[in-house]
């Protein structure tokens, strides 16, 4: 059975830091894709960043270009965003999902899997 176990969000203020990580359990991140998403109060879900193990393609958001990272451990099968100064509008719930044999950036589908969403507050 594969798992997301997303963690790492809490509230700081812009400019700040914070890292996510993305345990997962029940596949491995050479045959899959792992993104990051994001959606804020009363807006709908978009993609944050994602890091294909399948292909080796990656993918960031434009906004996020220059601040955000993201990083995979296949020993621990943990996938991190590091996010660095952020904005107010970096806030939202962030989801970890993952995509069988597919490069990024991928149209989330019924197949993929989802984590259970941490909560990222940035306050101006």
């Known amino acids: 059975e594969v798992q997301l176990q997303a963690s790492g969000g809490g509230l700081v203020q812009a400019g700040g830091s914070l890292r996510l990580s993305c345990a997962a359990s029940g596949l491995t991140l050479d045959n899959y894709a792992i993104g990051w998403f994001r959606q804020a109060p009363g807006k709908e879900r978009e993609r944050v960043s994602c890091?294909?193990?399948?292909?080796?393609?990656?993918y960031l958001r434009a906004s996020v270009k220059g601040r955000f990272s993201m990083s995979g451990d296949n020993a621990k099968n943990t996938v991190s965003l590091q996010m660095n100064n952020l904005k107010p509008e970096d806030t939202g719930v962030y989801y970890c999902a993952a995509s069988e044999d597919i490069g990024c950036p991928w149209v989330p589908n019924e197949d993929d899997y989802w984590g259970q969403g941490t909560q990222v507050t940035v306050s101006s």
């Open positions: 890091i294909s193990g399948y292909d080796g393609s990656r």
